[in-house]
């Protein structure tokens, strides 16, 4: 158990290529991966349609004991997966330790959310055949699953939002077979996790289709999947870059497919003046801290304070400056995501009117901390420093009083998150800035710092674009299993042919 092999699992068999690409760990020596080819991909989607026939047909009940069963075959090879994971990716133990107990809560989540059965939505309209002028016919609706799904994994969260994370453990919910296509900073943790996967297809006696794992290498791995005419759907987390041309290669199909991606957010956060006046020391804290967590990559990281100018702002600025350490040197987790955060740095810092509060460097894949400030004025003229630079960057913006700020709130792009800082004499602002904020993000948050993304019924983890490409979606939380359903209306069919949950459960139909 938890030999790594390099290789691709696809279908039930570990399969190698004929060309490899090396790993790039932070330490330790570079391992050899197969490098997934278009003929892969065919033969995984291939198997995952053919699984779909069964699968897509199973019981929640029997779902359910698939997603637990997955669960425990992680915490099994817990170990060696974060032994390979802190390798490849610079962060510390602890972190994947506790990512992996995010990543096995989130499939046995999913497994009690199906069970329970709310999700499927279930309608019926009884038939009124003497109804005039026309009768009515019988009508029941119920939530289906759509067919094989795509997943793409995330670089920072090399088990939560990867091999068997939340995209995959929603999809296998909701009766979806999965392919994913392996991301290329942890190809060692996805192929255990894969291992995992595929000791639960086993001992469930699932059809092997329902889930493989292409290792990457090549971009022409990623675009072979999306492209293929029998995924249904696609389930990303990455860049903005990368998440636009996929989502492009999706529109342009002869069968557009829905590409639920979850891309880059600046997350700004809005101090109020009351709030400002009242505890700038502890607001300037943890705004460092939630800055600076997990070497800044965090989708949700807070990259924007907007506070109005003067004196209490000074005090919030000088809080969060003690607390940034500049030679607090962290490993980012690949050369790209390094030398991207420097490439962002350095277009802050030539950005005229932006000044440097922090002096710090850092090199190779290594992060420090940057603080830089501008004005409200210069925010608005200049539409870069609204972009995310992925890592520990923090921008003060300063604006002249409370209508530069509805402004700066106002000429926001999509965010994950926008977060108000305030206290009781801040609510009159507090209420005009609240229907901006609720139409620019996913979640709105108040006097708290949005890193750590609590996995529930209610969270959305999404937002208008370019947070995300699809502002109707979450890809955290229960209600993330919605991307990978369609909605079926069957009207006048005999019981006999309905989907088993249209059955005999008409107690729990709401209509
Ligand atoms: P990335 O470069 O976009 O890569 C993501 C995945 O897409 C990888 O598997 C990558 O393949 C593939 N890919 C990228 N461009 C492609 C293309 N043109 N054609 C085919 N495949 C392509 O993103 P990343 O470097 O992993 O992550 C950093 C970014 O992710 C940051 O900007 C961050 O904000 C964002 N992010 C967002 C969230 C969120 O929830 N919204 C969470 C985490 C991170 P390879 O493996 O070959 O590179």
């Known amino acids: ?32 991966y197969a490098v997934g080819t278009p003929a892969h991909i065919d033969a995984a989607v291939t198997a995952a349609e053919e699984a779909f026939l069964s699968y897509g047909y199973s019981t929640r009940a029997e779902r359910a004991v698939f997603l637990t069963a997955i669960a425990d075959e992680i915490e099994a090879r817990g170990e060696a997966i974060t032994e390979i994971g802190t390798a490849e990716t610079g962060l510390p133990e602890a972190r994947l330790n506790g990512e992996r107990g995010r990543t096995t ?4 989540l999913f497994a009690s959310h199906i069970e329970d059965g709310d999700y499927l939505d279930r309608r019926h309209d009884e038939a009124l055949p003497d109804r005039q002028p026309l009768p009515r016919p019988d009508l029941r609706m119920i939530q289906r699953p759509i067919g094989p799904v795509a997943v793409f994994g995330a670089s920072n969260f090399p088990l939560a939002f990867s091999t068997a994370g939340g995209d995959t453990a929603a999809a296998l919910a909701a009766g979806c077979p999965v392919v994913v296509k392996g991301h290329s900073a942890h190809p060692g943790v996805g192929e255990l996790v894969a291992q995992a996967v595929d000791a639960a297809i086993k001992t469930c006696g699932v059809h092997p289709g329902v889930f493989s794992l292409v290792q990457g290498g090549t971009r022409e791995t990623g675009q072979a999947l999306v492209t293929h005419p029998l995924i249904k759907a696609v389930g990303f987390t990455g860049s903005l870059a ?5 989502f492009d290669l999706c529109a342009s199909r ?14 700004p956060m809005f101090l109020l003046p009351e709030a400002v006046k009242n505890r700038p020391d502890d607001m300037g804290k943890g705004w460092a801290g939630s800055l600076t967590m997990g070497a800044g990559q965090f989708c949700t990281n807070p990259g924007i304070a907007v506070v109005i100018d003067g004196p209490e702002a000074d005090a919030f600025v000088d809080a969060a400056k003690a607390a940034l350490d500049p030679s607090q040197t962290q490993t980012m987790l690949t050369d790209g995501i390094a030398e991207a955060y420097r490439a962002g740095r350095d277009q802050v810092a030539g950005t005229s009117g932006v000044q440097e509060l922090l002096t710090s460097t850092c090199d190779l894949r290594n992060a420090t901390p940057y603080l830089f400030s501008t004005s409200g004025s ?9 972009e995310e630079v992925f890592g520990p960057l923090g921008l003060v913006v300063r604006v002249s009083g409370f209508e530069e700020m509805l402004s700066v709130a106002q000429s926001l792009k999509g965010q994950l998150t926008c977060t108000l800082h305030l206290d009781e004499g801040d609510f009159e602002h507090g209420r005009k800035l609240m229907p901006v904020l609720e139409r620019k993000a996913g979640r709105v948050l108040a006097n708290a710092f949005p890193t750590g993304v609590e996995v529930s019924d209610t969270m959305v983890h999404g937002g208008p674009y370019p947070a995300s490409t699809n502002f109707g979606a979450t890809s955290v939380g229960t209600m993330s299993i919605r991307r990978f359903l369609r909605p079926v209306c069957y009207q006048g069919i005999p019981v006999d042919l309905l989907p088993e949950d249209l059955k005999g459960n008409d107690q729990v139909f709401l209509g």
């Open 1 to 32: 158990m938890s030999t790594l092999t390099g290789k691709h699992l696809i279908a039930g068999n570990w399969v190698s290529g004929d060309t490899e690409f090396p790993s790039s760990p932070s330490r330790g020596e570079p391992l050899k």
């Open 105 to 108: 809560g989130q499939l046995r």
């Open 242 to 246: 990368g998440g636009r041309a996929l």
């Open 254 to 267: 002869e069968e557009p497919i829905p590409f639920f991606g979850e891309l880059g957010s600046v997350n």
């Open 378 to 386: 210069n925010w608005l003229a200049n539409e870069v420093l609204g």
